[in-house]
């Protein structure tokens, strides 16, 4: 087997089968035959291990026996995700000293991503103290092209979506969410493409909803929906942000609008491919279909 069709099959499984992938990548290491491997190989075993299984040392120490991989060379740059995704898990798992020895740039990465992990775990308090040291030490400044802006994106979308679940949500953790959800779209314009800037967008306006700010989730719904226009977004993209600007027109009152929106999210999801449809149910839900 490849590394990309290694990588591949394990992206489409991990959410389901954790535990067979995380197995499965420990099995794997000879796949790792280029420098360039490392970094992905790295994030696939930290997500899987840290969000999905909370297995921080077992991560770790599988990151640890990939600097023996003869790909790599003793501080070679391709070691460096190594160094941040090890830091990562470490911190995660409760080891206050993991970022003593990095740079500030790579303790925001470490931080950022261990926000992500212990936000899939449920420890949402952790998670909002690692996330608002990341966004702190960030101020500072980060060189374009950082590994850190994208850390901070996938962070910021990841945590505000596990706070946007919690039905006892505090006025902390609220506070929290909105914060998290404006740094996944501030850092995914950076980073990211214009699909991930709009579920970003889409991110964002569904967790002022929560807040109980239907006036600002109007208008980054609508941002979301210009994205989609902007891009000849895919009936699937197109159906999200119709739906959530509906959605978010009904919140702050205004029937009229939220009755076109919703015939336009109908009109989209007409489009949209069969086997994609059940992501729809809870729009649809929403929307009264």
């Not at 020895?101 to 899939?120: F, K, N």
């Not at 807040?211 to 159906?239: I, K, Y």
Request: aromatic share 6%.
């Amino acid at each position: 087997m490849s590394f990309e069709a290694f990588l591949d099959a394990a992206w489409a499984e991990h959410a389901d089968h954790p535990q067979d992938v995380a197995d499965r990548i420990a099995s794997s290491l000879h796949l790792v035959r280029a420098a360039e491997h490392v970094a992905p190989f790295a994030h696939l075993s930290t997500h899987v291990h840290g969000e999905h299984l909370g297995q921080w040392q077992r991560g770790i120490d599988l990151l640890v026996a990939m600097r023996d991989l003869p790909v790599l060379e003793a501080g070679a740059a391709s070691t460096a995700p190594l160094t941040r995704n090890i830091a990562s898990l470490r911190y995660a798992g409760g080891d206050t000293t993991a970022l003593e020895q990095l740079s500030a740039e790579d303790r925001v990465c470490a931080l950022a991503t261990a926000a992500s992990a212990l936000a899939g775990r449920d420890d949402v308090g952790r998670a909002i103290d690692a996330f608002s040291a990341a966004l702190e030490l960030e101020r500072a400044g980060l060189p374009a092209g950082s590994p850190g802006i994208r850390a901070l994106a996938v962070g910021g979308n990841n945590l505000a979506a596990s706070l946007e679940g919690r039905r006892d949500r505090s006025a902390v953790e609220t506070r929290a969410m909105v914060a998290a959800a404006q740094a996944g779209v501030r850092y995914w314009t950076q980073a990211g493409t214009w699909l991930e800037v709009e579920r970003a967008e889409y991110r964002l306006a569904r967790s002022l909803l929560q807040a109980g700010e239907p006036c600002n989730a109007v208008d980054r719904a609508t941002r979301c929906a210009a994205v989609c226009e902007m891009h000849a977004a895919p009936a699937l993209e197109q159906f999200f942000a119709q739906a959530i600007v509906a959605i978010a027109h009904r919140a702050a009152g205004d029937a009229t609008l939220f009755e076109a929106h919703r015939q336009k999210a109908k009109s989209h999801f007409d489009q949209v491919a069969a086997p994609e449809r059940a992501r729809c149910a809870s729009e649809l839900a929403e929307l009264g279909e």
